[in-house]
Nanobody, 125 residues
């Protein structure tokens, strides 16, 4: 059973930064792409960032401002968030790709079959 545990969320003022971490266990982490998604109250879950199994490819939305990275030796994926605004307030989830060694990094939530419990990020104005 794959387990994903996010950490690093919290309350920050607008313009500040946070670094989220997601520790994975239960299967060969280095064989699977990882993604970050978020969901604000009353809104649909949206794609934030994704990274290929070896870290060689990344994907972001058109207005992406964050940076995803991974450390396969630590089975951990990160999301560096700078210049935060109140609109970034949401629960942030990390997710693991359902297919190993995928060539194209997916931005679709249905391509991810394991999800963490989420970490709350609140940005005050």
């Amino acid at each position: 059973q794959v387990q994903l545990v996010e950490s690093g969320g919290g309350l920050v003022q607008a313009g500040g930064s946070l670094r989220l971490s997601c520790a994975a266990s239960g299967r060969t982490f280095s064989s699977y792409a990882m993604g970050w998604f978020r969901q604000a109250p009353g809104k649909e879950r949206e794609f934030v960032a994704a990274i290929s199994w070896n870290g060689g490819k990344t994907a972001y939305p058109a207005n992406g401002r964050f940076t995803i990275s991974r450390d396969n030796a630590k089975n951990t994926v990160y999301l560096q968030m700078n210049s935060l605004t109140p609109e970034d307030t949401a629960v942030y989830y990390c997710a693991a790709d359902r297919a190993p060694l995928r060539v194209v990094v997916s931005i679709k939530s249905y391509d991810y079959d394991y999800w963490g419990q989420g970490t709350q990020v609140t940005v005050s104005s």
